[in-house]
């Protein structure tokens, strides 16, 4: 079965300081990858996506940027973090599945910028 | 237009009561349709796929109407446990890369 990891959980970071959060999948090859933020009391809102290794694709103009250096893994980084990057990052994996792309969350790293 | 419009709630209900969630998409190109619940601080969920058929799982049933670009969430004998918020969720389809857009949620609480 496919299982989704992210690290860390939670993290406090003062503004300036840059990111690192990571997520691999398991149990599946070739999937998409995606970024998502939710900002609290927000809808989810999507960041980066990737449909193979080194292929990143932005959505919303920011300071963040995505890698994924292997199959399984996705890297969302920031050189240097703003107040508004606060919020819950959430990486999702899909795969073509009868014609549907069902996506399947991680965690979850809950960021606060202090 | 939103992308993607549901009525936020809260929706308040006692257990096993019939409650029903709806939801706009403004994409006619939109091919694949979800709902999701997501609890407080956790991860959103995969609860149901839509099909233009419309479909049920066990105490929920899903209904698409692609003429009005509508989506409905049916609950039947509400429990305890199906407190959450449900994120109705659309891909655009084509060349999407499976790109979803997420509703803003409606929150349901059910009270004994």
């Known amino acids: 079965s496919q299982t989704i990891h992210q690290w860390p959980a939670t993290l406090v970071q003062p503004v300036g300081s840059p990111l690192s959060l990571e997520c691999t999948v398991e149990g599946t090859s070739n999937p998409n990858l995606y970024w998502y933020r939710q900002a609290a009391g927000r809808g989810l809102q999507l960041l980066f996506y990737?449909?193979?290794?080194?292929?990143i694709s932005s959505e919303v103009p920011q300071n963040l940027s995505a890698s994924r250096p292997q199959d399984r893994q996705f890297i969302l980084s920031s050189k240097k973090l703003l107040l508004s990057d606060s919020g819950f990052y959430l990486c999702?994996?899909?795969?073509?599945?009868?014609?549907?792309?069902?996506?399947?969350f991680g965690p979850g790293t809950r960021l606060t910028v202090t | 237009r939103k992308e993607v419009e549901q009525d936020p709630g809260p929706f308040n209900v006692p257990e096993g009561a019939t409650v029903a969630f709806n939801c706009t998409y403004s994409?006619?190109?939109?091919?694949?349709f979800f709902w999701y619940r997501q609890d407080c601080r956790k991860e959103p969920k995969l609860l149901m796929s839509v099909y233009s058929s419309g479909n049920e799982d066990g105490r929920f049933t899903a209904q698409l109407n692609r003429a009005s670009q509508y989506i409905s969430l049916l609950i039947r004998d509400s429990k305890l446990s199906d407190s959450a918020t449900y994120l109705c969720?659309?891909?655009?389809?084509?060349?999407?890369?499976?790109?979803?857009?997420f509703g803003q949620g409606t929150i349901l609480t059910v009270h004994p």
């Open positions: 994409n006619s190109a939109s091919q694949s």
């Open positions: 990737s449909v193979g290794i080194g292929q």
């Open positions: 969720v659309v891909n655009a389809g084509g060349t999407s890369y499976g790109k979803l857009t």
């Open positions: 999702a994996w899909s795969t073509l599945r009868t014609g549907w792309y069902e996506q399947y």
